[in-house]
């Protein structure tokens, strides 16, 4: 095509046949353009045509020749801007196109061309700052590790360095005999190392560090979670259940054993039928006055103990949850030491023991069904600490309420309610350790001409991980909160303690069993294959959200508990009380719901920890005094309160919800308080106005609806958790290596740290 | 207590010691309101403090007879709504003691106490409306069926009747040599049964029916997904690659052994180093002239063939796709035939084969890992149905374009992201009917006094369960829409249908994840045993989100598509029709934004569909241009393309989510017109609105932002979701039951049919 006016349309032609998008509509468009165009001549049109005939496509070689045409035409040109000034710039100097040039746009629009776009064909030289991104460590790892560590660096570092030992390596079979048997082999090697006694009292042979166990948990989950389920079973559930109910004679004679792994055991609460309404257990402890024995006895199928770990194979114990009952009279659910096996492993006369067979993980624990027909005990084998026959054969008990003591008796076991969430805390950090790192090695597309670029680097992808990378930081800080509350505990914190244990135990594994699946997701295809482990962290974490407390029934008793908490200090405020809270509220309305605050959007603003706080805290009171408002009506209104509480079922997960929330976020922020390190504040602090900022844009449905921002300030708060994640992400990898997990532990071939 | 005032005490003192919520801080609050009660004398309160005194409580004969005192004195008495109530049935008639009513009332608020739910210790009968919910079929269960069935209804029959079949029992083994080999196993019979090669053209002994090859896949799912997809690799996967890309000499000499499963093959597409970007493949094949054979050859370790179905233990041949190299020339991707292993199973010479090994779910698949050193096939292996080497060794193709030629053979190859989708579909539906059967069945709390009360009664649980059914009815019909438009395309439409199959597969797959994740929480502890299947079947889909296709991928995709059509569409129009689209735009905005239409909201309007349409619509459109606008304000200010939509992704995936979201209200709409019958068309109705419903309501941030609905109108929908959750679950388990999967199918003991 020598003809200057004709060589314009060159990059026309090279995109029709090029491009995968132009269908035959768009051909038909292009050739009437053609014929419409006054300054061609007939000939001319006769011509272009021909290049655009649908069952005459240009050679390979054609194409090829018009695409070299237009790269040397545009080479270094930067002003080449759209498809039409590719054509004036293959045009002769001579001539004078800008006249057609309305036309051509008015093409390429009908075409959807979008110039820019289009041109992407033609530049060889890609320059990205999308491909430019990559990761940098601005800061001390080690200096953040020793941070997160704190006080328990020492024990954490015992334990990492026991299972990294080769004896500690996965097990692969996928029988699940062979699994459960490594997995007792290792909670030996863990007792024998003192670890499994860590929580009992020195003076029966125990560590009497409570805070180390916690830490022990946590870290041993860095390994498989079988392991530290059975180890929580044995030592936690079993051990702590005959250290919190039982009295001195049962820790003399149990302790040590169960310390040692020597008498392995269990924690028979569960039954069949009866799982989170664990008052309504329906096996029986019947007291025999005339040889002072216990007769334990299971009524119906349906009131076998179910999901027992350590019964299936391992256990010769269990503390075995049963009415107790006084002739004829029910005296509530009380706790009972039964033996199971004898030493050789043969199950005691009247015990059935059933096996759980496969499960969806945790398959190296061996969970059984516990069946009692008539088994006598010893009348020294009730855990008497709360309640007691004397020797008249009466009941005795210094709490008189069945429902009082059996509460009171829950409460002493609330600690597997911070085992459980630090070890779900554990395994997100590895899910996100495996993730990251993959994610910032492995490299699909990437610009035109440019080399294929770390899928960390897009966006997408970083708003999947990156979030989250925040919230298990904000975690890990909430739970140590938890733990320190929980280890300094007065007797009149214990009802508010204990609800934000059941709190935070669902907080966390909600959040892990959600990060899991987005790692799971981020790693593609890898992230199936069992060799990257985060098939058996997901699979092994998915109970979390139910044992230890079912998370839906868990948020509902955290939100009764706020619910009566608010009430309380309404009704201790007075008719003065009510006042000054209304007084409150419209304060709060003054001076935070005004058009300047609801539609502030500055960055000083938005990235402001104040600003955050007063939003987490106006969620949760308003949510709070709405649903205590609803409650109410409904009520009077004639309403059951078991059904008024059902109306709002949804309405307490919110409660709870934002309660959890504001914990979470107020522990981050004294966290950040207590970073000397200038470089690790200042991750950590994007870290947690990421965490602040995402569980706004999260609710923001809920601000908006509430009057508390405006869209304008839901906006820009999105636009900044994406520039949070883009400042975030050349840290990223450095932020998951200061989890300082294992590389034996982690194990993932995709994680290798490179 | 004879002394009637002192009576009056009585429920205050039963609540402080059977109540497990006082604490300390409280008895103290009561011992003062005592001491402060000017009507009492000294000795009076004397014998009250008594009462409370912690270190001293009532024994609990005590206990007793002040419950059976209150509840003597309040029954029959519905006026009883307060504990001051109580007080007064307690008291002589003599007595007046309303004049103390306000003392009480305080009391009962600064403890907390609220009158109507601290009764309920009292009231013996339960009179719940929760309690009464429960199944009934308000419709035939059976015309739902043959609803969903359609024109389908026999070939899902016989394929219902063959995987019912004993040979079908579900493997158990662990090993997955043993899963795997009993999975081919089961594949051999449905060839023989000829639904293998339902799709082939029947010139090569096929069915010719690619409709009921679809059903076929969605209704094997019902079954193990192992078995689907080992089918799908082998009958859509493998045999349609030599369908779709070869030419009648590859159909005549491979089809019929082929769906006979005579020959085992494979899809080899996928490398390690490229999934996504299949463009970027780097296995090639070189043309040799000399001898008429091109060589395949996998360059680098990171190019093997990866994650490839059959591969590990049965494939015998498998379509590779590899750059076409001649004289060093790269021509591109194109698709070979490459023998893998000889009728004795042992591997080519050149070629590698590894496996996958364990994975998270379908170990019933034996994916494997394949490598070419230098293996040489003929010319005639080229799969060269839109390329080949001509007689003189050279190129030649009916589409000039590289990039164009492979979009058109990877178009031709969209029928997977039409039978995942369904396959996923399937699953839903199982998960489903085992959760709503069993929360059906599962009791737990109750209200005080009442049985236990099925968990399908809590609101929560109905929350969790209902709209995912209602989704899944959703989806049902809008598969069937895609498959319809699949089957009845025309050229033109390719590109619509393409992004439409690529948008329902990522829709598709990800509802079944949610939905089963919420199947095993719901199920709690029973839901984790593998015997329940829901194992299973989560873990099997897990990888259908990845799978043919990144579902992250495959939305920005059809954003970009949605994009194309966008501008191609404003671009016909011209000016007069952007001045259009703005008058448009601005009708929307007087009709649907004014301040009644934002605010309305009363039932029959929330539950029009004309209005559900106008909003999908409107958040579909508002999206899309906003987005078209972003990328165009950033390209136009300096941006790479590449980095513009790098920039909008997160909002390129909410451009795809509302056209999805659109398209299937649509379906459900159109699908409800052809309802014949009046009570299935009642139910069905209630579903589709909950399904509109619950939609708007995921979106109400987005609603709110926009200023299409105000925050009165959101909670209206938030009520209104609950209200039909609570209407719909009667006949939740009618509705599972008309998916009408096999029993044996089901298999989980939790899910039996009572």
Not at 455 to 479: D, E, G, S, W
């Given at each position: 095509?020598?003809n200057?006016?004709?060589?314009?349309?060159t990059?026309?032609?090279?995109?029709v046949?090029?491009d995968?998008?132009?269908?035959?509509k768009?051909?038909?468009?292009i050739q009437e353009?053609?014929n419409?165009l006054?300054?061609?001549?007939?000939?001319?049109?006769?011509?272009?045509l021909?290049?655009?005939?649908?069952s005459?496509p240009?050679?390979?070689?054609?194409?090829?020749?018009w695409?070299l045409?237009?790269?040397?035409?545009?080479?270094?040109?930067?002003?080449?801007?759209?498809?039409f000034?590719?054509a004036v710039a293959?045009?002769?100097?001579?001539l004078?196109i800008s006249?057609?040039e309305s036309?051509f746009?008015?093409?390429?629009?009908?075409?959807?061309?979008l110039?820019?776009?289009?041109l992407?064909?033609f530049k060889?030289?890609?320059?990205?700052f999308?491909a430019?991104s990559q990761?940098?460590?601005n800061?001390?790892?080690q200096k953040?590790?020793e941070f997160?560590?704190?006080k328990e660096a020492?024990?954490i570092?015992?334990v990492?360095?026991i299972?990294?030992?080769?004896?500690?390596?996965?097990?692969t079979?996928?029988d699940i005999?062979?699994f459960r048997?490594?997995?007792?082999?290792?909670?030996?090697?863990?007792?024998d190392?003192?670890?499994?006694?860590?929580?009992?009292p020195?003076?029966?042979?125990g560590g009497?560090n409570v805070?180390?166990y916690?830490?022990?948990?946590?870290?041993?989950s860095y390994?498989d979670?079988?392991?530290?389920?059975?180890?929580?079973v044995?030592?936690?559930l079993w051990?702590?259940?005959v250290?919190?109910?039982?009295?001195?004679?049962?820790?003399?004679?149990?302790?040590?054993?169960?310390?040692?792994l020597?008498l392995?055991g269990?924690f028979?609460?569960t039954?069949?039928h009866?799982?989170?309404?664990?008052?309504g257990?329906e096996?029986?402890?019947t007291?025999n006055h005339?040889d002072?024995t216990?007769t334990?006895?299971?009524?119906n199928?349906?009131a076998?103990?179910?999901?027992?770990?350590n019964?299936?194979v391992h256990?010769q114990m269990?503390?075995?949850?049963?009415?107790?009952v006084i002739?004829n009279?029910?005296y509530?659910v009380?706790?009972?030491i039964?033996p199971?096996?004898?030493?050789?492993?043969n199950?005691i006369k009247?015990?059935t023991?059933g096996?759980?067979?496969?499960?969806m993980?945790?398959?190296?624990?061996?969970?059984?069904?516990i069946s009692?027909d008539n088994?006598?005990?010893?009348k020294e084998?009730?855990l008497?600490?709360?309640?007691?026959?004397n020797?008249?054969?009466?009941?005795?008990?210094?709490?008189?309420?069945?429902?009082?003591?059996f509460f009171?008796?829950l409460?002493?076991?609330v600690?597997?309610?911070i085992g459980?969430?630090?070890s779900?805390l554990?395994?997100a950090?590895s899910?996100?350790?495996?993730?990251?790192?993959?994610?910032?090695q492995r490299?699909q597309?990437g610009?035109e001409?440019?080399s294929?670029?770390?899928i960390?680097?897009?966006?997408m992808?970083?708003?999947?991980?990156?979030?989250?990378?925040?919230?298990t930081?904000?975690v890990?800080?909430?739970?140590?909160y938890?733990?320190?509350r929980?280890?300094?505990r007065t007797?009149?914190?214990m009802?508010?303690?204990?609800?934000?244990a059941?709190?935070?135990k669902?907080y966390?594994?909600w959040?892990?069993?959600?990060?899991?699946q987005?790692?799971?997701?981020a790693?593609?295809?890898?992230?199936?294959l069992?060799?990257?482990?985060i098939d058996?962290?997901?699979?092994d974490t998915?109970?979390?959200t139910t044992?230890?407390?079912?998370?839906t029934?868990?948020?509902?008793?955290v939100?009764?508990?706020?619910?009566?908490e608010?009430?309380k200090s309404?009704?201790?405020m007075g008719?003065?009380g009510?006042?000054?809270?209304?007084y409150?509220?419209?304060?709060t309305?003054i001076?935070?719901?005004?058009?300047?605050?609801?539609?502030?959007?500055?960055?000083?603003?938005?990235?402001d920890?104040?600003?955050h706080?007063?939003?987490?805290?106006?969620r949760?009171?308003?949510?709070l005094?709405?649903?205590a408002r609803r409650i109410?009506k409904?009520?009077?209104g004639g309403?059951e309160?078991?059904?008024?509480?059902?109306?709002?079922q949804?309405?307490m997960i919110?409660?709870?919800?934002?309660?959890?929330e504001?914990?979470?976020?107020?522990?981050f922020?004294e966290?950040?308080?207590a970073?000397?390190?200038?470089?690790?504040?200042?991750?950590l602090t994007?870290?947690?106005?990421?965490?602040?900022?995402?569980?706004?844009?999260k609710?923001?449905?809920?601000?908006?609806?509430d009057?508390y921002?405006e869209?304008v300030?839901?906006?820009?708060?999105r636009k900044?958790v994406?520039?949070l994640?883009?400042?975030?992400?050349?840290?990223?990898?450095?932020?998951?290596?200061?989890?300082?997990?294992p590389?034996?532990?982690?194990?993932?071939p995709i994680?290798?740290?490179?």
């Amino acid at each position: 095509m020598k003809n200057t006016k004709l060589q314009a349309f060159t990059p026309l032609f090279y995109l029709v046949w090029s491009d995968d998008l132009l269908t035959q509509k768009e051909f038909k468009t292009i050739q009437e353009f053609i014929n419409n165009l006054s300054w061609l001549s007939q000939e001319e049109k006769q011509q272009l045509l021909s290049k655009v005939d649908i069952s005459n496509p240009p050679s390979r070689n054609e194409l090829a020749q018009w695409k070299l045409d237009i790269e040397k035409s545009i080479q270094d040109k930067t002003a080449v801007k759209s498809i039409f000034d590719i054509a004036v710039a293959l045009s002769d100097k001579d001539l004078d196109i800008s006249l057609v040039e309305s036309d051509f746009t008015k093409l390429e629009n009908d075409l959807g061309i979008l110039g820019e776009e289009a041109l992407q064909n033609f530049k060889t030289k890609a320059d990205s700052f999308t491909a430019n991104s990559q990761t940098t460590s601005n800061f001390d790892i080690q200096k953040i590790t020793e941070f997160l560590d704190g006080k328990e660096a020492p024990i954490i570092k015992k334990v990492k360095s026991i299972i990294s030992r080769p004896e500690f390596a996965y097990e692969t079979s996928t029988d699940i005999n062979v699994f459960r048997q490594t997995v007792y082999n290792w909670c030996k090697i863990l007792a024998d190392e003192n670890l499994g006694n860590m929580a009992y009292p020195k003076e029966y042979g125990g560590g009497g560090n409570v805070e180390d166990y916690f830490a022990i948990m946590e870290t041993l989950s860095y390994h498989d979670l079988s392991l530290v389920i059975k180890f929580g079973v044995q030592f936690g559930l079993w051990g702590m259940s005959v250290q919190s109910l039982g009295t001195e004679k049962h820790y003399a004679k149990y302790l040590k054993d169960i310390g040692s792994l020597k008498l392995p055991g269990c924690f028979a609460m569960t039954e069949t039928h009866h799982g989170s309404n664990v008052k309504g257990l329906e096996t029986t402890a019947t007291y025999n006055h005339s040889d002072q024995t216990f007769t334990i006895h299971t009524p119906n199928q349906n009131a076998q103990k179910e999901y027992i770990g350590n019964a299936a194979v391992h256990g010769q114990m269990a503390t075995v949850f049963a009415k107790l009952v006084i002739d004829n009279h029910d005296y509530g659910v009380n706790a009972f030491i039964v033996p199971l096996r004898d030493t050789n492993g043969n199950t005691i006369k009247g015990v059935t023991i059933g096996d759980c067979g496969h499960k969806m993980g945790l398959n190296g624990v061996d969970n059984g069904t516990i069946s009692f027909d008539n088994v006598v005990i010893p009348k020294e084998n009730m855990l008497d600490r709360f309640a007691s026959v004397n020797d008249k054969g009466e009941f005795e008990s210094p709490i008189p309420s069945d429902n009082r003591r059996f509460f009171t008796m829950l409460g002493t076991l609330v600690g597997g309610r911070i085992g459980i969430p630090r070890s779900a805390l554990a395994a997100a950090k590895s899910g996100l350790t495996i993730a990251i790192r993959y994610s910032d090695q492995r490299r699909q597309f990437g610009p035109e001409g440019g080399s294929e670029v770390p899928i960390l680097n897009y966006r997408m992808h970083q708003r999947r991980l990156l979030p989250h990378l925040a919230k298990t930081y904000a975690v890990h800080f909430a739970l140590q909160y938890l733990t320190n509350r929980f280890l300094n505990r007065t007797e009149a914190e214990m009802q508010e303690i204990e609800a934000l244990a059941a709190g935070m135990k669902s907080y966390s594994t909600w959040s892990t069993r959600d990060i899991l699946q987005e790692c799971r997701e981020a790693c593609g295809g890898k992230g199936y294959l069992s060799e990257n482990r985060i098939d058996a962290l997901k699979n092994d974490t998915e109970i979390y959200t139910t044992f230890e407390g079912d998370n839906t029934v868990l948020m509902q008793l955290v939100a009764k508990n706020r619910l009566s908490e608010f009430r309380k200090s309404f009704g201790e405020m007075g008719s003065l009380g009510i006042i000054n809270y209304v007084y409150e509220n419209a304060k709060t309305a003054i001076t935070e719901k005004n058009p300047i605050a609801t539609r502030k959007t500055d960055d000083e603003h938005l990235l402001d920890s104040e600003f955050h706080l007063q939003a987490f805290v106006h969620r949760e009171k308003t949510i709070l005094a709405s649903a205590a408002r609803r409650i109410k009506k409904l009520v009077d209104g004639g309403l059951e309160a078991y059904d008024a509480f059902n109306v709002v079922q949804h309405q307490m997960i919110d409660v709870a919800q934002a309660y959890l929330e504001r914990i979470v976020l107020e522990q981050f922020q004294e966290a950040l308080k207590a970073v000397k390190d200038e470089n690790s504040k200042q991750i950590l602090t994007k870290l947690y106005q990421l965490y602040a900022l995402s569980q706004i844009e999260k609710n923001k449905g809920w601000y908006l609806e509430d009057g508390y921002m405006e869209a304008v300030k839901t906006k820009a708060v999105r636009k900044m958790v994406n520039q949070l994640c883009w400042d975030i992400r050349p840290d990223a990898v450095a932020l998951v290596n200061a989890f300082d997990i294992p590389e034996s532990c982690l194990a993932a071939p995709i994680a290798a740290n490179f």
